[in-house]
Nanobody, 125 residues
C-alpha cells in the first residue's frame, strides 16, 4: 500500500485546512486508516482513526469537535478536516494504514503497517 498525504500549509489560528491521503495498491485489505502528527522535538502522536468497513471514528481529546475524518471510497482517499486550528496543532501530519483486525481503535504508531510521507501544517498565532 502506498499513501500520499497532501493539503498542509500555513494558516492563522482559528482557520481551517483539509488534509488528504490517497491510497493505492492493496487498498482492499484496509482495516483502518489513521492520522498522526509530530511536532518538532516531540514524539509522533495519534490524532484520529477510521475503521474502514464500518466508517466509525475515534479522535484524541484535544481535536475532538474540531477535526473530522471522512473518506471517498471511489477515490481511495481519506480526509482530515481541521477547523478552529490552534498554534499547538502545528506539526507534520502523517496518514497511516492498518491491514489486520484489532480490538478497539488502533491509536499507536506501531499498530499501523504503512505510512505516508507527511504534510506540514503550521498555525500562526
Amino acid at each position: 500500500v502506498q499513501l500520499q498525504a497532501s493539503g498542509g500549509g500555513l494558516v492563522q489560528a482559528g482557520g481551517s485546512l483539509r488534509l488528504s491521503c490517497a491510497a493505492s495498491g492493496r487498498t482492499f485489505t484496509t482495516y483502518a486508516m489513521g492520522w498522526f502528527r509530530q511536532a518538532p522535538g516531540k514524539e509522533r502522536e495519534f490524532v484520529a482513526v477510521m475503521k474502514w468497513s464500518l466508517g466509525s471514528t475515534f479522535y484524541t481529546s484535544s481535536v475532538k469537535g474540531r477535526f473530522a475524518i471522512s473518506r471517498d471510497n471511489a477515490k481511495n482517499t481519506m480526509y482530515l478536516q481541521m477547523n478552529s486550528l490552534r498554534p499547538e496543532d502545528t506539526a507534520v501530519y502523517y496518514c497511516a494504514h492498518k491491514e489486520r483486525w484489532a480490538l478497539g481503535y488502533p491509536s499507536a504508531p506501531g499498530d499501523y503497517d504503512y505510512w505516508g510521507q507527511g504534510t506540514l501544517v503550521t498555525v500562526s498565532s
